[in-house]
DNA sequence: ATTATTGCAAAACGTTTGCAGGTTC
DNA sequence: GAACCTGCAAACGTTTTGCAATAAT
């Protein structure tokens, strides 16, 4: 399955002759160890419990650090854009719950004949995908069915 | 296909007794005319030329308005988010050009296979996706093929 | 010692809001 | 004439930049 990540992303600094700092481990270690997809602002908030002067200008470089050396994954919404997730190795995609925003990789997204279809009919050359779920995940699914049973009573 | 979407939008403004006015006028034929996936700003720009007293916030209301009934949907990027183009009705995604940024829609995603496997495996209740595909279109290809001929040379 | 990285303050964005005046129905 | 819509200016939250001080190699 998925490798420990927070080893793979200090590693990857370091192959890529890029300094393992204070800063980067507290950002490193809440991005790893959530749950969550989150934002810049949320991750910094988060870090400073372990590394206070931590300023936002540092997560931010941080992220785009990461997210060049393809160990974190931008996130897209309806509403408000742009929220991190630690990224599985490889291609991947994400289910996100949209109650308590719980995230969850995939991999086999299987659009391969949907792409070539698409290729025949509109001649694009197509190589990019972006794709996301929403839903309830099981957690938020039975609160949601609990309530409604209490509501119909 | 498609209905033609700018009067859908126009009858659409009159049928939830909202009023067509000129700033309005202006941006709906920029949109509905558009090959383009379009920010924002670029609307306002385009817009001014036929209505140059038009203000930049009241294509921010235009374009709430219109996503809200369905004229326009948003689509994202990897980087700037929010752009728009005018919506088919119903189910749909877009494929846009990595190079020259033509948008076009498709309708038939059939990821219900994923989707249901998905559900199967996680315990999710998916109701929401968005889908979205990039890549270079027939013309972007033929110049980038021709430039590499070039370039071989 | 060298070079990357940090934090601050301030700027630059994109987007939203309050409000007086103007337009559409 | 009533309700809606507009534009301005100004507020707002997020992201970026310049720079001197600091920390990692």
Redesign the pocket.
């Known amino acids: 399955m998925a490798t420990p990540v927070s080893f793979g992303m200090r590693d990857g ?2 192959e890529h ?8 481990q507290a950002i490193l270690d809440i991005i790893a160890a959530a749950e969550h997809h989150l ?3 949320e991750i910094h908030k988060r870090a400073r419990k372990k ?1 206070p ?6 997560v ?3 992220l ?2 990461l997210t060049e050396l393809g160990y974190v994954r931008r996130v897209h919404f309806n509403d ?3 929220s991190y997730v630690a990224a599985a190795q490889g291609h991947a995609h994400h289910l996100v719950c949209s109650n308590c925003g719980k995230a969850q990789e995939f991999e086999n997204c299987d659009l391969e004949p949907l792409i070539a279809n698409l290729q025949r009919k509109t001649g694009f050359e197509i190589n990019v995908h972006m794709l996301e779920l929403m839903g309830r995940c099981p957690d938020c699914s039975v609160t949601a069915n609990a309530m409604a049973k209490k509501a119909r009573r």
Not at 17 to 24: A, C, D, E, N, V
Not at 53 to 58: A, K, Q, R, S
Request: with cysteine; glycine share 8%.
């Open positions: 600094l370091r002759r890029r300094k393992l700092t204070r800063p980067r934002t810049p602002a590394y002067h931590l300023g936002l200008v540092t931010y470089r941080t785009d650090l408000g854009c742009h």
